[in-house]
């Protein structure tokens, strides 16, 4: 299969590259590197040295035996995107080109504005290249459990039946996202959803949780080959933050009380899950909805297993609670559907603490690479457009408590 990766080059794209390689497929993929001049701009790093895109492609290509197809460009410069598009003739594109941080979309009125125009534009253009193009073509659209929120009810893939006023009709799972990221990739649902109606497209809407880890086994031990693996208050997800801390002994930052619930899932499986959603492509004209995730539990579970994966490998891991800089329910029901992928054959990874166990390994060689940065650890950034650094608020959990 012929499969074209946008954002080729980010945490989830460059080891999507190999992966698919790896299994014969054949890959091309853009990328405009935004994603490495943002966390420069958020003040971070990578933990896992990332490699020039030339050094990328030399291993890639000692790796696996032939060269990646590979151009940088933006998905806003439209001309760019439907020439390689009408050149390549994907059978699948892989949309992984968008800004990917709700803290980043919070900055201030400039960032919103810029997240949303950059994810929603970047889909867009997606859209109508297909359209012109390569209209035949199945999109894997990354989407985000984001989008949903923290409904008190379970919630679907997708679509839900309801009875309303006597009707009965399928509609659309409410979307109550958490941040104007979130609400980018509400929007591009909305827009991918009316074009497969409209111009008989197809697309799969991915809505993937947070995802974890440093490695898949189709990277080998080259350290070109490896992902970036950020920690900054933006580009880090929770339970990468909380590793990075873990190394160097700075305690997890668990916002406010803890009890935020989301999936999760290890790099390797969201590997899985997207290869198994391009194997099995959506019909024509059919908009579909897959929940990704390996399973769901709360945040402070979560840093329980990271301190519990630490003292196996003789690191004092601390917990503390901070203020927390969001705004989000800090303690909910939470229950999600994630069927679709498993009956196409999705086998979840169920060893968490084996895969944190890896990720700690992983970074110990790092420390100093995080310790230089370890400014960016406690966030600042705040849902009402201020900027204040957070604090510990253990003391007044338990007073409340
Ligand atoms: N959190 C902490 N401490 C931290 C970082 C985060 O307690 O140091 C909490 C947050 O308050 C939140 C939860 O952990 O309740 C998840 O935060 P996150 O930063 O890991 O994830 P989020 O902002 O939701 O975004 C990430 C990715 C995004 C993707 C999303 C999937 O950055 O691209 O869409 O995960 S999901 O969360 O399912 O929407």
New binding site residues.
């Given amino acids: 299969m012929r499969v074209f990766i946008a954002g080729i080059d980010g945490y989830l794209g460059w080891p999507l590259a190999q992966h698919l390689t790896a299994r014969g497929h054949e890959v091309a993929g853009m990328d405009m590197f935004l994603r490495r001049q943002w966390v420069e701009e958020v003040g971070g790093q990578s933990a896992i040295p990332v490699y020039p895109m030339e050094e990328r492609l030399k291993a890639f290509e000692e790796h696996f035996g032939k060269p990646l197809n590979f151009r940088k460009g933006d998905l806003l410069d439209y001309a760019f995107l439907k020439e390689y598009l009408a050149e390549f003739q994907p059978d699948a594109i892989v949309h992984l080109g968008e800004m ?4 980043y979309s919070m900055i201030d009125q400039a960032h919103t504005v810029y997240t949303q125009h950059n994810n929603v534009i970047g889909s867009l253009n997606i859209l109508w290249a297909m359209k012109e193009v390569c209209p035949d073509a199945h999109l894997v659209k ?6 949903y929120g923290t409904p008190n009810v379970p919630v679907p893939e997708g679509f839900f039946e309801i009875e309303y006023r006597g009707r009965k009709d399928v509609l659309p799972f409410p979307r109550q996202a ?2 104007f ?2 609400w980018s ?1 509400v929007h591009d649902s909305g827009n991918t959803m009316f074009a497969c109606r409209i111009w008989g497209l197809r697309s799969t809407d991915i ?5 974890f880890g440093t490695q898949i086994d189709a990277m080998g031990d080259d350290p070109r080959l490896r992902s970036r693996l950020d920690f900054d ?1 933006c ?8 590793c990075c ?1 873990a190394v160097i002994g700075h305690p ?5 009380l ?1 009890g ?1 619930t ?3 899932l290890p790099l390797r499986d969201s590997m899985q899950c997207l290869t198994i959603a391009l194997e099995n492509p959506a019909e024509p004209g059919e908009y579909r909805v897959f929940n990704q ?1 390996e399973e769901y539990y709360t ?1 402070e579970e979560l ?1 329980l297993k990271v301190q519990q994966a630490g003292a196996d490998i003789g690191l004092d891991v601390e917990i503390h609670h ?1 203020d ?3 705004k ?1 329910m ?1 303690k909910h029901y939470f229950h999600a559907d994630r069927e679709h992928l498993i009956n196409l054959g999705y086998q979840p990874t169920h060893d968490v603490l084996a895969e944190l166990r890896i990720m700690l390994n992983d970074l110990l060689p790092h420390r100093e690479r995080i310790l230089a940065k370890q400014d960016v ?1 406690v ?1 600042d950034i705040r849902w009402d457009g201020s900027r204040r650094r957070s604090t510990i608020i253990d003391e007044q959990l338990s007073t409340v408590s």
């Avoid at 990354?142 to 989008?147: A, I, N, Q, S, V």
């Fill in positions: 990917p941080s709700a803290p990354l989407g985000t459990m984001g989008e958490g941040s990221y979130h990739k809505m993937q949780g947070v995802v208050q580009f880090g997800t929770a339970v990468n933050r909380f801390q997890l930052t668990l916002y406010g803890g935020q989301r999936g999760f995730f945040i840093a901070y927390n800089p969001r989000e800090e650890l966030p």
